[in-house]
């Protein structure tokens, strides 16, 4: 069998991480490959939004940076609602320094990301230290991490080599990196989960240099695993509603793909 025929329990069942295992698991049993971006502003419209949406996504992606509000209480509140819907935290840090540095902004400042989130993402522009870094705090916490090794905004500088570079890094360090950001399919090994930003109902561009997919697009066309959606979802009218339309056409596209 070929990766994209393989379904998301037998893609759980080859994996030695214990976070990618989980991840798939909610995937085949929510039946969603949607993950929300929750950049919203306010922790109260923010625990409201993934209350509402959580049955229909298999991961929530927060900016914790972007709360005029934060404290404690906001992830100890996102934690019990990871739970109660069965979803996985991925805060969207783009952790990019040196190892040493890096290890202070996941594990310390004000918001301890270490000590909440799942999963964690970073640049590789850092090189290797950058992972070794995060290892160091998350890995016995059984935290784990994605590399940017796409992204979804026009005119950015991740491709070709970098790109190509970013996947062996994540592949001599798979103990920690259990996937990638990216808008293509970078890997083949079915253990690494592909998680695409840049989604919405139609293709467009909004005017800051983001460019939108169609579900279709990235989980049927493009191979991707988990289709990121943020204003698709927290600027329509019903957020649950469009929440629940986003993963039946995910989910559409992924049976769809196993068909061919
Ligand atoms: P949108 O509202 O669906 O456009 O939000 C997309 C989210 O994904 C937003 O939080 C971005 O910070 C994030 N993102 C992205 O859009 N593109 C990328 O390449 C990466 C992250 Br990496």
């Known amino acids: 069998k070929i990766n994209d ?16 295992r989980r991840l798939f698991g909610i995937m085949d049993k929510k039946k969603s490959n949607l993950a929300l971006s929750a950049d919203v502003t306010s922790s109260k419209e923010l625990l409201q939004l993934v209350d509402k949406t959580g049955p229909h996504v298999c991961m ?6 972007i709360l005029e509000d934060f404290n404690q209480e906001v992830v100890e509140k996102l934690t019990s609602l990871a739970a109660k819907h069965n979803f996985v935290l991925f805060e969207d840090r783009k952790f990019a320094d040196i190892g040493n540095t890096v290890m202070h902004q996941y594990s310390g400042g004000v918001y301890h990301i270490s000590e909440w989130a799942d999963l964690i993402n970073a640049h590789a522009v850092p090189g290797p230290g950058v992972i070794h870094g995060l290892k160091k705090i998350g890995a016995s916490k059984g935290r784990a991490c994605l590399l940017i090794a796409e992204m979804s905004s026009s005119g950015n500088l991740a ?11 994540a592949e001599e ?15 083949s090994d079915p253990t690494f989960l592909h998680m695409t930003p840049g ?3 139609e293709a467009g561009k909004d005017n ?12 049927g066309n493009r191979g991707s695993d988990i289709m990121i959606v943020g204003r698709g979802i927290y600027q329509a009218q019903d957020p649950a509603l469009a929440a629940k339309q986003f993963q039946i056409a995910g989910y559409d596209a992924y049976m769809a793909r196993m068909a061919e």
């Open 60 to 65: 929530v992606k927060t900016h914790v940076d």
């Open 5 to 20: 025929v393989l379904k998301y329990s037998e893609r759980a069942a080859m994996c030695t991480n214990e976070l990618s």
């Open 173 to 187: 360090n798979k103990d920690f990196v259990i996937g990638f950001i990216c808008v293509s399919k970078v890997s």
């Open 199 to 201: 989604v919405q109902l």
């Open 159 to 169: 491709k070709g080599s970098y790109s190509q570079d970013t996947v062996k890094m």
């Open 208 to 219: 800051l240099g983001q460019q939108y997919l169609t579900p279709s697009e990235v989980i």
